[in-house]
């Protein structure tokens, strides 16, 4: 194997017992048999952990971390998690969900995109590696070939784009990366809602992102994802629906993507591609601005724009009204308005 000590797979549960089963068993199935999986749950009070320990007296592979700390949510678990692969020399790690399926070549093929980066980019630059996702639903049966398809962004199949600023359309499940992403990305800014995100911005921002077109995983679609991927008609008939609360999701999301440029471009500074510092720069400065028609004109002259007129023209409806952001708040700055 190239990589010594084995790739980290992390997952993170929670009251995930139902579908927690087939997701070992297909990570045991995998066709590259040198990984370690590393769980901590966070909290569960269904019959998650029981299951945990029955897998991992099978298989010395899976490893429980048990801490103490009981409720970190999502953000937090896998950051724990991360660090725990960093400290471990972890060369590499893999995201995990605990309701998914893995395709028995999933790992391997993963496993030779990073390998074939680091031969050409070095150890040293952040890399991250995603594929393509199959949605499946609570019976594991097929309902889309292709997660980025039924998103209407196919165009993702083949790579990331400034759009990646604005907005996330690559589920953490379909990620891994190298011990230099990890090094750069940790600790999580303040700012930081959602780890996948995160990890590629950064390693857009500072190294390398190498996408693999291929569907991987079987990325289960049911009432308790923690975000999923609803077709473009369901979502807009949900926002309609639920108008109210689909506009305050809208304009967090926009908040989230101002504060979190502000945070890649500290983290980050002069030594990123130049071209993603500078879009970072215009939607902390211009996105975020006090005044309404800066941001407007923000979003019309681009370059940080969303994949999609319908997803645009959301953001620019957002972009009118009060929005508060975080960063503003604890530095003492005006809200954005």
């Known amino acids: 194997m190239s990589f010594e000590p084995p790739m980290h797979i992390l997952l993170a549960t929670y009251n995930g017992a139902c579908f927690l089963p087939a997701l070992l068993d297909s990570v045991l199935a995998q066709s590259d048999p040198d990984w370690a999986l590393l769980v901590r749950d966070d909290g569960s009070s269904d019959d998650t952990v029981a299951v945990l320990h029955r897998y991992a007296a099978r298989d010395a592979r899976i490893r429980l971390i048990m801490d103490g700390d009981a409720t970190l949510g999502i953000r937090r678990n896998f950051e724990w998690l991360l660090d725990c692969a960093r400290r471990a020399g972890a060369p590499c790690f893999a995201l995990c969900d605990q309701d998914d399926l893995w ?19 070095g150890p040293s630059t952040p890399l991250l590696a995603y594929a393509d996702l199959a949605l499946i639903d609570d019976a594991g049966r097929p309902i889309a070939d292709s997660h980025f398809g039924r998103a209407d962004a196919p165009q993702v ?42 990890l590629a911005l950064v390693a857009s921002a500072a190294g390398q992102v190498i996408s693999v077109d291929a569907a991987l995983t079987g990325y289960r679609q049911h009432s308790g994802n923690a975000i999923g991927a609803a077709a473009p008609t369901n979502r807009m008939l949900d926002f309609i ?31 990123g591609h130049r071209k ?36 645009n023209a959301l953001m620019l409806f957002v972009s009118l009204f009060p929005l508060r952001s975080r960063c503003r708040e604890r530095s003492g700055a005006p809200s954005v308005r």
């Open 241 to 271: 629906l639920h108008f109210r609360r689909s506009l305050d999701d809208a304009r967090a999301q926009y908040v989230r993507a101002v504060d979190q440029a502000a945070a890649l471009v500290e983290r980050i500074g002069a030594g």
């Open 276 to 311: 993603w510092i500078a879009a970072a720069g215009v939607a902390r400065d211009r996105l975020g601005a006090p005044l309404r028609r800066v941001r407007v004109g923000a979003i019309l002259a681009g370059p940080v724009r969303r994949i999609g007129l319908a997803r």
């Open 103 to 121: 395709y028995p070549n999933k790992l391997a093929r993963m496993r030779a995109a990073l390998d074939g980066a680091q031969a050409c980019y």
């Open 157 to 198: 199949r083949y790579g990331v784009d400034i759009w990646l600023i604005a907005h996330n359309l690559i589920p953490g499940c379909a990620m891994v990366g190298n011990n230099a992403l990890l090094d750069l990305a940790l600790p999580f800014p303040s700012q930081v809602f959602h780890h996948d995100w995160w």
